[in-house]
C-alpha cells in the first residue's frame, strides 16, 4: 500500500454495463459454489435432528438459526411479493438508468419496504415484539437514572452473579449499545414500535453507505450493478427485528467516510476524522465489530492509500478517550463479558457444530448471492496477482474493489466463527459484515445477477413465512 493518491473516475448510467461483463463466471463454477452454500445450510440443519445433538440455537431454536418453525401469512405477504416482483423484472434495468440520486433514494426506499413488509407477516409484532422483552435494551434503558453512574458501574453489573445485573444483551455489549437506548428513551422514544421503527429505518440506511462506497472506490457503474442486491436482501428479516441494524448502520458509514477520505484528498481530513469517530464508536456498540479493521483494511488497499489513516486512528481514540475517561474502560470489560458468556449458553453451545454453523446462519442472511459472487471474486483477485507477476493483464480496478469488499466482509465472519465467542444467532450479529458481502453478486454477468436476484428474494420470503426469528 502506498501514500500515493487515487481518485477514482465515476462512471456514469452508461457505464453500467461496460468492461465488467468480460468478468462473468462461468456458469460452472457458479453453480458449484451456490450449491456448496445450499448443502452447508442443509447439513446445518440436518445435523442435530439427524444425529440427536442438542446445539443449543435459542428458546425457539432451528438451528443453525434462532428461530422457529412456523409457517404464515400475514398483512406483509402481498406488498413483498409485489416488491420481490419488481425487484427481480425491473431491477437491474432501473437501477442502470436513474440519475444517481435518485438512484440512491430509491434503493434506499425499496430496502426500507422490503424490510417493514417481511416484519409486517407477523404484523406489528414482527416489529415491536423483540423490543418489549425484558432482556432487550429498552428495559434497561428505563432503568438508567443517571448516565454517568451507569457507565462507571456498568463492568460490575455484567457478570451473572451481580447484584442488579444487566440483561442478556446489555451485558453482552459495550456501554454504547445501552447509551444509544437511553438517548432514545431521553427523547421520549420509549415505545417498542417506535423504537423498532429507529432502529429499522437507521438499519436501511447502510444500503446508501455501500452505495456511495462502492462508487467512491469502484465507479458508479459497479454501484448500480450492486444496487439490486442490497434492495432484497433476505438478511432484511433480521435488520427489521435487532438492535443490530443500527450497529450495521454506524459501521456502514464510516466505512463509507473512510472511503471518501481516501478518494477526495480535498477532504480528506473531515472524512477520515469522522471514519474515525464512527468506527471507534462501533467497538463500543459491540466487541465483536473491532473487526471492522479487516474492512477498513479492505478500503484503503482499494483506494490505494492510506493517508486516511493517521486522521482515522485520532478519532476511534477520541471516542476510546472519552469513554473511559467517562468511567467505562473496554479492556476491562471484555474479558468480564467472556466469563458471563461462558456461564451462560456459550458453555453448553458445541464449538464443533457452530464453527460451521455459524457460516450456515450466515448464509441464510446474506443468501447464496454471497455465494454465487466468490468464484469471480477469487478470478478478480488472482487476475490482479497474475498482472503483478506480469503473467497477464490487469482487471478492471472497480471488480479489483468489488473483491477487496465481499471477501474482507468473508474473511471477518470466518475469523469471528473461529474464536469461539459468535455461536448462533449470527444471523443477525454479524448484519455489519453480511451488508459488505452483498457486494460479490455485482461481478456477475446480467443474465446471472437476474436469477440470482430471484433466488435472493425467493429465499427472503421463505424465511420471513416459513421461520419465525427469535430476535
Same mark, same amino acid.
Given at each position: 500500500?502506498?501514500?500515493?493518491?487515487?481518485?477514482?473516475?465515476?462512471?456514469?448510467?452508461?457505464?453500467?454495463?461496460?468492461?465488467?461483463?468480460?468478468?462473468?463466471?462461468?456458469?460452472?463454477?457458479?453453480?458449484?459454489?451456490?450449491?456448496?452454500?445450499?448443502?452447508?445450510?442443509?447439513?446445518?440443519?440436518?445435523?442435530?435432528?439427524?444425529?440427536?445433538?442438542?446445539?443449543?440455537?435459542?428458546?425457539?431454536?432451528?438451528?443453525?438459526?434462532?428461530?422457529?418453525?412456523?409457517?404464515?401469512?400475514?398483512?406483509?405477504?402481498?406488498?413483498? $411479493?409485489?416488491?420481490?416482483?419488481?425487484?427481480?423484472?425491473?431491477?437491474?434495468?432501473?437501477?442502470?438508468?436513474?440519475?444517481?440520486?435518485?438512484?440512491?433514494?430509491?434503493?434506499?426506499?425499496?430496502?426500507?419496504?422490503?424490510?417493514?413488509?417481511?416484519?409486517?407477516?407477523?404484523?406489528?409484532?414482527?416489529?415491536?415484539?423483540?423490543?418489549?422483552?425484558?432482556?432487550?435494551?429498552?428495559?434497561?434503558?428505563?432503568?438508567?437514572?443517571?448516565?454517568?453512574?451507569?457507565?462507571?458501574?456498568?463492568?460490575?453489573?455484567?457478570?451473572?452473579?451481580?447484584?442488579?445485573?444487566?440483561?442478556?444483551?446489555?451485558?453482552?455489549?459495550?456501554?454504547?449499545?445501552?447509551?444509544?437506548?437511553?438517548?432514545?428513551?431521553?427523547?421520549?422514544?420509549?415505545?417498542?414500535?417506535?423504537?423498532?421503527?429507529?432502529?429499522?429505518?437507521?438499519?436501511?440506511?447502510?444500503?446508501?453507505?455501500?452505495?456511495?462506497?462502492?462508487?467512491?472506490?469502484?465507479?458508479?457503474?459497479?454501484?448500480?450493478?450492486?444496487?439490486?442486491?442490497?434492495?432484497?436482501?433476505?438478511?432484511?428479516?433480521?435488520?427489521?427485528?435487532?438492535?443490530?441494524?443500527?450497529?450495521?448502520?454506524?459501521?456502514?458509514?464510516?466505512?463509507?467516510?473512510?472511503?471518501?477520505?481516501?478518494?477526495?484528498?480535498?477532504?480528506?481530513?473531515?472524512?477520515?476524522?469522522?471514519?474515525?469517530? $464512527?468506527?471507534? $464508536?462501533?467497538?463500543?456498540?459491540?466487541?465483536?465489530?473491532?473487526?471492522?479493521?479487516?474492512?477498513?483494511?479492505?478500503?484503503?488497499?482499494?483506494?490505494?492509500?492510506?493517508?486516511?489513516?493517521?486522521?482515522?486512528?485520532?478519532?476511534?481514540?477520541?471516542?476510546?478517550?472519552?469513554?473511559?475517561?467517562?468511567?467505562?474502560?473496554?479492556?476491562?470489560?471484555?474479558?468480564?463479558?467472556?466469563?458471563?458468556?461462558?456461564?451462560?449458553?456459550?458453555?453448553?453451545?458445541?464449538?464443533?457444530?457452530?464453527?460451521?454453523?455459524?457460516?450456515?446462519?450466515?448464509?441464510?442472511?446474506?443468501?447464496?448471492?454471497?455465494?454465487?459472487?466468490?468464484?469471480?471474486?477469487?478470478?478478480?483477485?488472482?487476475?490482479?496477482?497474475?498482472?503483478?507477476?506480469?503473467?497477464?493483464?490487469?482487471?478492471?480496478?472497480?471488480?479489483?474493489?468489488?473483491?477487496?469488499?465481499?471477501?474482507?466482509?468473508?474473511?471477518?465472519?470466518?475469523?469471528?466463527?473461529?474464536?469461539?465467542?459468535?455461536?448462533?444467532?449470527?444471523?443477525?450479529?454479524?448484519?455489519?459484515?453480511?451488508?459488505?458481502? $452483498?457486494?460479490?453478486?455485482?461481478?456477475?454477468?446480467?443474465?446471472?445477477?437476474?436469477?440470482?436476484?430471484?433466488?435472493?428474494?425467493?429465499?427472503?420470503?421463505?424465511?420471513?413465512?416459513?421461520?419465525?426469528?427469535?430476535?
Amino acid at each position: 500500500m502506498t501514500s500515493v493518491q487515487r481518485t477514482v473516475p465515476t462512471r456514469t448510467a452508461s457505464d453500467a454495463s461496460s468492461p465488467a461483463e468480460e468478468l462473468a463466471t462461468p456458469h460452472r463454477p457458479l453453480l458449484i459454489a451456490v450449491a456448496a452454500g445450499a448443502l452447508l445450510f442443509a447439513a446445518a440443519a440436518l445435523y442435530p435432528r439427524l444425529s440427536g445433538t442438542d446445539v443449543h440455537a435459542g428458546w425457539v431454536g432451528w438451528p443453525p438459526l434462532a428461530a422457529a418453525w412456523e409457517p404464515r401469512v400475514g398483512l406483509g405477504t402481498l406488498p413483498a $411479493l409485489a416488491l420481490a416482483v419488481t425487484v427481480v423484472v425491473a431491477g437491474q434495468s432501473l437501477a442502470a438508468r436513474l440519475p444517481w440520486r435518485r438512484l440512491l433514494l430509491a434503493t434506499w426506499a425499496a430496502t426500507w419496504l422490503w424490510t417493514v413488509s417481511l416484519a409486517l407477516v407477523d404484523g406489528r409484532t414482527g416489529i415491536d415484539e423483540v423490543f418489549a422483552r425484558r432482556g432487550e435494551y429498552v428495559y434497561d434503558a428505563g432503568r438508567v437514572s443517571s448516565i454517568p453512574l451507569m457507565l462507571s458501574e456498568f463492568v460490575s453489573r455484567i457478570p451473572i452473579a451481580a447484584t442488579d445485573n444487566w440483561e442478556t444483551h446489555v451485558a453482552g455489549h459495550p456501554a454504547g449499545a445501552l447509551l444509544v437506548f437511553v438517548g432514545l428513551d431521553r427523547v421520549g422514544i420509549n415505545d417498542p414500535l417506535a423504537v423498532g421503527l429507529v432502529a429499522l429505518t437507521a438499519g436501511t440506511t447502510a444500503t446508501l453507505a455501500v452505495l456511495i462506497t462502492v462508487r467512491a472506490l469502484a465507479g458508479e457503474g459497479w454501484a448500480r450493478r450492486a444496487a439490486p442486491f442490497w434492495a432484497a436482501a433476505p438478511a432484511a428479516v433480521w435488520v427489521g427485528v435487532s438492535a443490530d441494524a443500527i450497529y450495521t448502520a454506524v459501521a456502514s458509514w464510516g466505512l463509507a467516510a473512510l472511503a471518501l477520505a481516501a478518494t477526495r484528498p480535498h477532504r480528506r481530513i473531515p472524512y477520515a476524522v469522522l471514519a474515525g469517530l $464512527l468506527l471507534g $464508536l462501533c467497538v463500543y456498540l459491540s466487541y465483536g465489530l473491532v473487526l471492522l479493521a479487516i474492512l477498513a483494511l479492505a478500503v484503503l488497499i482499494a483506494a490505494r492509500t492510506a493517508s486516511p489513516l493517521p486522521w482515522a486512528v485520532g478519532g476511534a481514540l477520541a471516542v476510546a478517550a472519552a469513554f473511559t475517561a467517562a468511567g467505562f474502560a473496554w479492556w476491562e470489560a471484555y474479558p468480564v463479558l467472556v466469563e458471563r458468556y461462558y456461564d451462560g449458553v456459550a458453555n453448553v453451545r458445541p464449538f464443533s457444530y457452530w464453527v460451521w454453523g455459524d457460516l450456515a446462519a450466515a448464509t441464510a442472511a446474506g443468501g447464496l448471492a454471497v455465494w454465487a459472487g466468490l468464484p469471480a471474486a477469487v478470478a478478480a483477485l488472482r487476475a490482479r496477482r497474475a498482472r503483478s507477476a506480469a503473467r497477464g493483464p490487469e482487471v478492471d480496478p472497480g471488480a479489483r474493489a468489488i473483491a477487496l469488499l465481499g471477501t474482507a466482509a468473508v474473511l471477518s465472519m470466518l475469523v469471528a466463527t473461529s474464536t469461539g465467542m459468535s455461536k448462533a444467532e449470527v444471523e443477525r450479529i454479524w448484519l455489519p459484515f453480511t451488508w459488505w458481502a $452483498l457486494c460479490l453478486p455485482a461481478l456477475l454477468s446480467r443474465g446471472q445477477r437476474r436469477w440470482v436476484v430471484a433466488l435472493q428474494v425467493g429465499t427472503g420470503l421463505l424465511i420471513a413465512h416459513l421461520l419465525s426469528p427469535g430476535w
